[in-house]
């Protein structure tokens, strides 16, 4: 039990680390690596939660009205 709350923490602070450097990206980086992601990224990978957390930050840039 200890372990798993550990390794979720640890977890949580890398997701926050990556969500802090995405909004430092420039929005045409953060499209190329949202086309690149998009075409590689199997389900259930952690590249397809790093293209969730691309699309979140793009959309939180430009939301729709």
């Known amino acids: ?5 550990e390794l979720m923490t640890k977890l949580e602070e ?3 680390a990556i969500r ?3 909004s430092e990206i420039e929005d045409y980086k953060l499209k190329a690596l949202e086309t690149r992601l998009a075409i590689h990224a199997p ?6 939660v ?3 957390l691309v699309l979140r930050e793009l959309q939180s840039r ?3 009205a």
């Open 62 to 64: 430009n939301p729709i």
């Open 20 to 22: 802090a450097h995405l």
């Open 43 to 48: 389900s259930a990978s952690a590249e397809m």
């Open 1 to 5: 039990m200890q372990l798993s709350l």
């Open 50 to 52: 790093l293209l969730i």
């Open 14 to 16: 890398v997701v926050d």
